[in-house]
């Protein structure tokens, strides 16, 4: 953990000088943890309110604006609803699995908050591997619906895991080799340099085209990666019940919820960081005040959540071939085209840097 | 060369999608169709075509419509309209004519199919857009729809 930010440092400091190492770095590490979790709840609480107002005006309706100013303790309202709830079960479920499952997925997301950067130096988990680690996290979630949708022993659930386990397995692909294309310019997989090397202009500038084919391809594949509508067939409400979760309750239900709004604000961090610059403000103007980068990677990477959303509620849902058709035939075959591109930009020095 | 047009076509089709949904999200808060009901009562008003109640409408000299046929009784699929009838003597004529006496409706059984506003031949009863009709006895769901002191508007009969 390295800490600029002058309150963290002071806290690392005044740990290491009161207790001996060993205890000073636990200390530090739940810490850390705690900020985490918070950082999870109030942002997935947040997204769940943002989807539930946008989604509203998209349908010319109002949303929920009723509890607090509008409407900002309703998901509140609603977690506290569901911690209440009582935990139902299939009888013949897989006990173990059943309750191991909402675990999987929450741990995988807030793994892979960890190693996102919000601003200069406020990083939980600054790897050099970072993005493969991203990536690699990412796909552990998938476990998670699987174990879900299987061990409810219920045939909708399993229905919406394997497609769910399909459709992430398939999207991986695109998602790794759209972000590689962005690692041949910055060189480097660490996210903290990524967002470094930008400061000549943000990768989506620097790499002109095939950068912004490479955009548009993680967007689609990252919104396959999530389970979002249009590719929401894990969950399928129109068809499967509600897929995989169907047997959940309470908060068991909330874990799910939560982490799939996580995730989506994930997938749009990622974008934020390698495409838009992540913590870097537009030209510079704020570069000195190192905390309005939280500001300016928020402002960045609700813009894409907003985009989001906006896929959500405009485009009708896939078909389990169509959703295959377009990761196998289009997706895979212009993103290998568009790496060679990339690495051809590269290797002319065609690259935009101001 | 159809793969790249099929790319081309995809990528335009979902463009306009999101230019029409985009729309929308920027004129929502003028467009919104949701009523926030209890705070608009007052403004609050039904689209015409909204069936809330059978309703008699009654002219100012206290008349109504209903010569009292009860066809609308028989046509009624839940015994909903009840008419009490009464035979009275005619003024003009100076012969017995058939009047109603009580047009009793039971807000609590009728579905709203407004087989009974389709059958009146002279169009006595038509739908009221009251939506409010949630009382705490059911008693009060039974009305009397004609006026007390009400008679039948003249020439409806001919
Ligand atoms: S609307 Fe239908 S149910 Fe109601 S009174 Fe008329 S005929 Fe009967
Ligand atoms: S309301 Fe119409 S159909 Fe019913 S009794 Fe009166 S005139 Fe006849």
Known sequence: MTTALSITKNIHDWLFSTMPEGVASIVEMTLIALVYLGIFSVAGLFLVLMERRVAAWFQLRIGPNRVGFQGLLQTMADALKLLSKELTGTVKADKFLYNLAPYFVIISSLMALAVIPFTKDFHAFDINIGIFFLIAISSIGVIGILLGGWSSNNKFALIGAMRSGVQTISYELSIGLSLLTMVLITETLQLSEIVEVQKNGWLIVQGHIPAIIAFMIFMIAGTAETNRAPFDMAEAESELGAGFHTEYSGMKFAYFFLAEFINMFIIAAIAATVFFGGWLSPFGITESIPLLGVFWFLAKTLTLVFLMMWFRWTFPRLRVDQLLTLEWKYLLPINLVNIVIMAAVVWLNLTINF | ?158
Not at chain 2, 70 to 86: M, R, S, V
Not at chain 2, 121 to 150: C, H, K, M
């Open chain 2, 1 to 158: 060369m159809s793969y790249f047009s099929d790319i081309y076509n995809g990528i335009k089709t979902l463009l306009t999608g999101m230019r029409v949904t985009g729309k929308y999200f920027l004129t929502s808060r003028k467009g919104a169709i949701t009523q926030q009901y209890p705070d608009n009562r007052e403004t609050l008003k039904m689209f015409d075509r909204f069936r809330g109640e059978v309703i008699m409408p009654h002219d100012e000299e206290n008349q109504h419509r209903c010569t009292g046929c009860q066809k609308c009784e028989i046509a009624c699929p839940n015994g909903t309209i009840e008419i009490i009838w009464d035979r009275g003597i005619d003024e003009e004529t100076g012969k017995k004519k058939k009047k109603i006496d009580q047009f009793v409706y039971h807000l609590s059984m009728c579905t709203m199919c407004g087989l009974c506003i389709d059958v009146c031949p002279t169009d006595a009863i038509e739908w009221g857009q009251n939506f409010e009709n949630s009382v705490y006895d059911r008693a009060a769901l039974t009305r009397v729809l004609n006026e007390p002191g009400s008679k039948l508007m003249p020439g409806v009969e001919d």
